[in-house]
């Protein structure tokens, strides 16, 4: 019997070979928080669930693009199901103006650029902390919150956030960067 | 605009193109950044979900998942055709490189693709064996000979029984049959219909060493299964040692035996966890019960020492008494002071002082005219509880103020601004 290794990174080290049960292993392990974060996006429940199935055929194909010395599979695929879902919020926002969906507008806007210098995470560890994650988060103004909302689950980039509340682009830029910034304290703070 | 501040929106999603695009060229150039610090902040968001009501979507969509893939395939496949069809062949991409296991697959997708979406059950007995990764290795291997068709001949047909039979004919192997389940399968990315690699060899292929050069093998993509045609016996090719179906049989009772040994092994565990367990939890009901034996002989001395000090206390010369209070009036905490003239000994009969925080400590001062003075520092219990001082004498008079503050553990040199209870000598 062929073992399956149970790490993200060895999950994928496998799909990029083409192991379809490991991608299995990854399916069952990731969909679950996937399809929540997508459907948080786009709310209809059929548009989630074409978009899951996207984003793991993108893991299937483009599995090999991933930093193997990152090993970080967490971020890089939380990302690109986020950057997936987005992509389409917009392209139903821009109705037609979209630019076309290629292989070079995925490898660049859809596939994650992860820092080289990334710490690892799992999705064992994000969901232990998930606790300390909620209490940063409510701790931020509502203004602080909603400009992530906008921002993350919305799709909607500094320019479009300053066009809803009507506020200046810099001022939105502030925001995000003292949202992020304090949210990173407070989980600090509170893991201390 | 520095581009360190890109990072910020970068990591939530939300820059402009054009920002991105500027962005993404500094992460591709390996230019000088912060990347420590974007990495934390793409962590970060991608923490965002993780708080969320996790919602499981509906089974069919793993389904669906496994359909597109198989498409994909297909979609390779046919381009692969393409190209071997061309006058001059190009040679092909690593990731287009299919090995027969990978052909096969598809081929029998083709014969059986319009009846992908009807759910049937797999028929197939699964045989893997410990050396997949050989087949992997031996799979280019195979696939070259695949392709030149030198040594292979695939004949398909598909009988009453709902199996699809290959006939694999090989100048080195002899000939095999590959047989191909239509019902389909429960797991992810095989189509029901997909080719199984069935080996009879339960035995361990590992320690034949021609079954390396057996071009088969990189057919056998973990479910196919390949049986010598016509024969009882299985012969490896090459000519190699012969495995009967007798041979193979005690392997099988080994494994109820291994199962065995694991249930009842794990059934050991479990009693023995369920001992500990049990005499943990008795461990824990007899600390308890020492603890509150401590707390009441505590008590006790206490209670009695108190006495004795309060004796003293009130057969002495000067008696001064004060009673503390709290200004606020939803505290219902109290103490009780006497104090002897006398002797300077001091005694504080305290109830129901709230509980500290992680790093407090109670303080009791007196007021020395011009500044106050600690006496003594001690932590709230929760029961009513003596303690005792020394005051010096000359501050043991009339109208003399006391409090009772908290401060931190570490000391203080004046009452901090949290006062408890206070009053003053009568």
Redesign the interface.
Known sequence: ??NIPSTDIDLLRRVA?HD??A??VL?NRY???L???I??MVTEQSL??EI??DV??IV??KSDKFNFNSE?V??WI??LA??KA?DEIRRKRFAGNAPEYTEGFED??IL????????S?DLKT??N??GS??TA?NKLTDAQQYV?Y???YE?????E?AAKLNIPLQTV?SK??IA??N??EN?IKGDA | MEHKELLYAFSLGCLSKNDFDIFVSILENNEPFAYEELGEFQNLAALLPAILNIETPAPEVKDKVARKLYRLQEEIKKKKEEEQSSEKPLPLKPQEHLSPAHAISVQTQEDISSVFDEKVDEEIVEVRHSKAEEFESVSAQAADLHDSNEKEEINNKTDDDGLERHKISDTETGEFEVITSTKQSKEFLRPPQETQVRERLRTDLSKEKTFENFPGAALTDNDVEIKKKNEPLIEKPGGGKIITEAQIEPKKKSYFGTLVVVLLFLLLITVVAIAYFKIMEDIDGYKLEITNLTNRINEFQTKVGGDEALDRIMNSRGVYFAQLSSADFNVASDAKVFLSGESGEALFRISNLPPLSGKSVYNIWINTGSTFESLVSFNAEDKPFTIGASVRADLIKPGTEIKITEEISSGADRPGWKIILQGALR
């Open positions: 019997m062929v070979k379809s049960k991608l299995e399916y969909s679950p928080l399809y929540t974060l459907k948080k989630a669930q899951l199935v793991f055929v299937w194909r970080n967490y971020t939380v990302t986020r950057n987005a660049n806007y994650p650029h992860l820092s080289p210098k990334i710490d995470l994000a969901l902390i998930k994650v909620e988060l992530i906008l921002a993350y799709g909607l980039t500094e320019e956030i830029k995000v960067k992020l910034s949210l990173k989980l």
